[in-house]
């Protein structure tokens, strides 16, 4: 069993959505909650939000069925901490990982790193500078998972500082148990563990030409 494609969620897959949502929640019973899945059943996967959009991806394999889930949005949170009038290019900056999950029967194919990599090469599209995932510091398979791919881990209370056009911005894990995974998307830019004259943590960094 392989990775087929992964396309936008369409009506009719809700279903498949609160089903995989539930799993990457941890939810046993099921995940109850409609409004992702409703939304997706009555407009498909690209849904409005405040400063842009959510989108939903599904994986879908070589049966034609569809395996995994990945939902992305703007750090609305995030977005809420800073002046209105900033909000818009701050929301350019940063993307994050909401849900993410596959099958059980259908793991260790790849196909979670299809997802990961089709979400990286779009938001990398649209001009995104980082991508960055909540991850539970207990979990150390899916810290390992997204290390190997390439994303820093940041440690309990550690920020992820970008440049802006309004000056340095953070952003930085909620302290419940979760921590950020990063990874920088634009050509040139990676992240480092560095200190400036007021404030450590991890910094996007450009690559400087010439």
Known sequence: MRLL???TAAPGDGPHVAALAGIALGVV??????????????????????????????????????????????????????PAPARPSLARLFTKI????????????????????????????????????????????VLRWYRRRGYTIAAPGEPIIANSNRGPVSVVDTGDGYVLAAKALQSGCSLKRAESHDQSGIFIVQRRRG
């Open 5 to 7: 494609s992964v396309r």
């Open 29 to 82: 019973d099921g995940y109850a909650d409609r409004g992702l899945p409703g939304q997706v059943d009555a407009e498909g996967g690209r849904i409005t939000l405040r400063y842009g959009q959510g989108i939903c991806r599904v994986a879908v394999d070589d049966q034609g069925q569809v395996a995994g889930m990945v939902y992305t949005a703007p750090p609305i949170s995030w977005l809420d901490e800073y």
């Open 98 to 141: 909401e849900l993410l999950a596959v099958y059980e029967d259908h793991r260790e194919h790849g196909l979670g790193g299809g997802l990961l990599a089709a979400v990286e090469d779009e938001e990398r599209e649209l001009g995104r500078h980082l991508l960055v995932a909540n991850v539970a510091l207990r979990d150390r398979s």
